[in-house]
């Protein structure tokens, strides 16, 4: 019975799709409605203004990154002000210092075998720079010391398991 309705099923769906591939498309869609509105010079001139008060908020924040991104619209549109200009070069070389503190700040943490610390100064540096590649290459370094370690304890505990019940290998004697 089952292939029987199956059966009956595919044919229905089969007439179905037939009837209506000879069928010409009725749907009609409403024209798009296209509005244009022109860019007045207030509201780009209010724009050019919101952006330099968020810019300077989040620069005094301490939030660089953002600020940069602020002065960059303010240079976009207006591409021969100075202001935004010494503002992006200012920031920019901010944020290259401190990333590079931290990048250091890791380094450090590394020779004193802190990697916590290591993983977290890479990891802060990564979120202002997501492109710096010494923080990236470390944390790549970190994450296959964590995996080697992890691995040697569990080889560990496996001899040391092998061991208590008496099933030493000629692995152990190394």
Not at 73 to 85: F, G, N, R, T
Request: one cysteine or more; charged letters at 30%.
């Amino acid at each position: 019975m089952t292939t029987w309705l199956r059966a009956s099923l595919s044919a229905f769906a089969l007439t179905s799709l037939a009837a209506c591939a000879d069928m010409p498309m009725q749907v009609s869609l409403p024209a798009p409605q296209m509005r244009s509105v022109p860019a007045s010079p207030d509201r780009t001139a209010q724009f050019i203004a919101d952006e330099r008060v968020e810019a300077r908020r989040l620069d005094a924040a301490g939030i660089l990154p953002e600020a940069r991104r602020h002065w960059r619209y303010v240079a976009a549109l207006l591409p021969s002000d100075v202001e935004a200009k010494s503002e992006i070069a200012r920031l920019d070389a901010a944020i290259r210092a401190r990333v590079d503190a931290l990048v250091a700040q890791g380094e450090a943490a590394l020779t004193r075998n802190r990697l916590p610390d290591a993983q977290l100064a890479f990891l802060k540096a990564l979120a202002i720079d997501g492109a710096n590649g010494r923080a990236r290459s470390r944390l790549r370094e970190l994450d296959n010391r964590a995996a080697f370690l992890a691995q040697d304890r569990k080889d560990q505990r496996a001899r040391a398991a092998a061991r208590n019940a008496g099933t030493e290998s000629p692995e152990d004697d190394r």
